[in-house]
Structure formats: structure tokens, C-alpha cells
């Protein structure tokens, strides 16, 4: 009997303000030192909020693409006609402002070209949850057994543009820190994330490349509540987990950590609070829970592929990322929140959530290889 293709991670390669590679965030999530600072890179003196996770230097978004996709692709062991086969899915802004660079259709095809992948591109401008959709495509094209491998790669550097706009709109942290589920949370704080995975079947164990981890399960809703607010019961995001969990056949308690959207705000983390209940039942008060946005900050449309990296590698050395910029418990979010130093974990699934601005949500299931 032929076993149904599975998606599996073989290279993986990451930036955020933690620092360059994939070892680096595996290093920031777990020693949970938040690594928000003084913006340098625009003029912040008319904001009611000047810092986020910035990296010290950093080349423009099409070079940090490029270097991310082409260490993915040699960390999967990916020889020139292996890549030539790859499709790209790529998740960036939708609307770069005139003169800002090339447009995401065009970037795509760019990125492919110097990459060596094979030019057919599709781009994701669906704001915070374009990369985890990115993912949920390329293992269903994996799963259905029509393509043996593809790169996701998705990419957000910290802007004048969102930056002013989400201070505007008062999101940002007017404390400087972000504060998942926890009581006296003020707002979310940008981050600098770029990222690119290898997703395949079982081709990376022919050529003799472990994979990291496995995408096991998806599931992506609407909730088709408000423009900005999320439905406050959770019942989309709840449907997402219940979805990922389903196409995986295993049940709530397999999932052994929950890597939240939470972005530490009053509303979205009392909603996420609420859809894990809804969707793991009981078994909700007790699965360790954390957000990595409190330490690498929220990345936007790069942030679903920063955060399944993490995931994934915290999954494979046993290690839970700490929720940073705890000050103590909240009615509105009775989860099992992770707050101290090191905590070890045999878990063999874990969930890394993502929700955007008019109710998108996306659950991955994250499994072990």
C-alpha cells in the first residue's frame, strides 16, 4: 500500500531583530529577552510610539529574500535542478508605496529568477495571515500529490509607512513591550521577519536530509465580523484549529503547544483565549501556551512562516518559547500560559496560530518528522 504523500520541512532559514538564521530564533524564543529598541532607520519624533525589533543592519526586503530562499534551499540539500523544479509562493505588503520597489507579482518573479527556481510564483497580500496560507497551500499541493516540493519564503522590514499607521491607530504599545494574555497589556509591536522554508514529500529523505518537522494539519476561516476586531467569542479561529486538527485525524489533547497569534491586545487575545477553548475543550487550561510576538515582535504578512520556524524547531529540541512582558494573569484569557525560563516538553504537535484584519484566521499543525 502506497502511504498519501506528507508535507515535511527540510530547510528552513529565518531573520528577525534576534538575529540572522534559524538557530538564532531558536536561541531568542526560548531565552524570551524581548528585543524591542529605539527605531533608527526613519524619523519616529512625531510618534506617540518610537520603538520595535529592528535588525542593527539590514540590505533592502528583495536581498533579504533572495539570501533567505537561497539558504532555505541549501540547508534542504537542493542541487540546481532540484531547485529548478520549485515553485514560489511568496508572502509580502500588497501595497508598496511609489518608488518603494517592485510590486509583489514582479518581486516574485524576480526572487525566482535569481534564486534558480523554476518562475512559477504565486503571491499572498492577505496582511497577517498571507505566510501561514502560503504554508496551507504548498502542503496541500504536497499532500494531493502534485508537486514534490515547493519554497514559501515571506518578508516584512519595520517602515515609515505601517509604522505611522498602526500608531495611529493606537495598536502599538505605548510601554514599549508586548504583553501576550496577560493583565495590563497595552498593544503589539512591529518586527523586522524574514523567512523562507523547503516543503516537500518524501523526497528529502531520498536524498538522505531529515526534515525538521512535518505540517500535519491546516485549516483557514473567515469570521466576517468587523473590519479590525475579532469576533469576540472565537468561534473562526476556533473552526481553523478544529479544521487542522481534522485534516490530521487526531484529536485536541495530541497538541502539546500553542504558538498563539496573541499580539497583546485586550480585544484579539481574550478572542484567542476563547476559540482555544472552544476548540480544545478542557484540554485548553492545560496545553502550554506563548506568543513569540512578545520577544521577535509582529512581522505582518512574514509573521505565519517566522513563527512556524520557531515552532517547528521548538518542537524538535523539546523546548517551549517563553511568553515575555508577563505581569500577571487575566480573567478574559485563562490559558496555560508560559512564563518562566526553560520548560521542556515531549510533545510530538503543536499549533502555531495567526489571524489578520478582517478576520482571516489560519491554524498549522505542526508534528514531529
Not at 497580500?125 to 519564503?153: H, N, P, Y
Not at 497595552?186 to 518524501?202: F, I, N, T
Request: with cysteine; charged share 15%.
Amino acid at each position: 500500500m502506497v502511504e498519501a504523500p506528507v508535507a515535511q520541512l527540510t530547510g528552513m532559514h529565518a531573520v528577525s531583530a534576534l538575529g540572522r538564521g534559524a538557530d538564532a530564533q531558536l536561541a531568542g524564543v526560548l531565552a524570551g529577552v524581548p528585543a524591542f529598541g529605539p527605531v533608527g532607520r526613519f524619523d519616529t519624533a512625531a510618534r506617540r510610539v518610537t520603538v520595535a525589533a529592528t535588525l542593527p543592519e539590514v540590505g533592502t526586503l528583495p536581498d533579504e529574500l533572495a539570501a533567505a530562499i537561497d539558504a532555505a534551499c541549501r540547508a534542504a540539500g537542493l542541487n540546481g535542478a532540484q531547485r529548478a523544479a520549485c515553485a514560489l509562493l511568496l508572502a509580502v505588503h500588497g501595497g508598496p508605496a511609489p518608488g518603494a520597489g517592485p510590486t509583489p507579482t514582479v518581486l516574485a518573479g524576480q526572487l525566482a529568477t535569481r534564486c534558480g527556481l523554476s518562475g512559477r510564483t504565486r503571491v499572498y497580500t492577505s496582511a497577517c495571515v498571507s505566510a501561514s496560507t502560503a504554508v496551507a497551500d504548498a502542503a496541500a499541493q504536497i499532500t494531493r500529490g502534485d508537486v514534490e516540493r515547493v519554497v514559501v519564503a515571506a518578508g516584512y522590514l519595520v517602515e515609515p509607512d505601517q509604522f505611522a499607521l498602526f500608531d495611529a491607530g493606537r495598536a502599538l504599545a505605548v510601554d514599549g513591550a508586548v504583553r501576550p494574555f496577560s493583565a495590563g497589556r497595552r498593544g503589539l509591536l512591529l518586527g523586522d521577519g524574514v523567512a523562507a522554508v523547503v516543503l516537500e514529500s518524501s523526497a528529502g529523505r531520498r536524498r538522505g536530509v531529515d526534515p525538521v518537522a512535518t505540517v500535519a494539519g491546516w485549516g483557514r476561516t473567515g469570521d466576517a465580523f468587523h473590519p479590525c476586531q475579532p469576533e469576540p467569542g472565537g468561534t473562526g479561529l476556533a473552526r481553523a484549529v478544529d479544521g487542522a486538527l481534522r485534516r490530521a485525524a487526531l484529536p485536541p489533547q495530541a497538541v502539546g503547544y500553542v504558538n498563539a497569534n496573541a499580539t497583546g491586545t485586550a480585544q484579539s487575545d481574550a478572542a484567542e483565549a476563547a476559540a482555544l477553548h472552544r476548540a480544545l475543550g478542557g484540554h485548553a487550561r492545560r496545553v502550554p501556551v506563548s506568543s513569540t510576538k512578545s520577544v521577535h515582535g509582529h512581522a505582518l504578512e512574514a509573521s505565519g512562516l517566522l513563527e512556524l520556524v520557531v515552532t517547528a524547531l521548538a518542537l524538535r529540541h523539546g523546548e517551549l518559547p517563553v511568553n515575555a512582558g508577563w505581569l500577571g494573569p487575566d480573567d478574559s484569557c485563562p490559558v496555560n500560559v508560559v512564563t518562566d525560563g526553560l520548560q521542556r516538553t515531549t510533545a510530538t504537535h503543536a499549533l502555531t496560530l495567526n489571524s489578520a484584519f478582517g478576520g482571516a484566521n489560519t491554524a498549522l499543525l505542526v508534528g514531529a518528522p
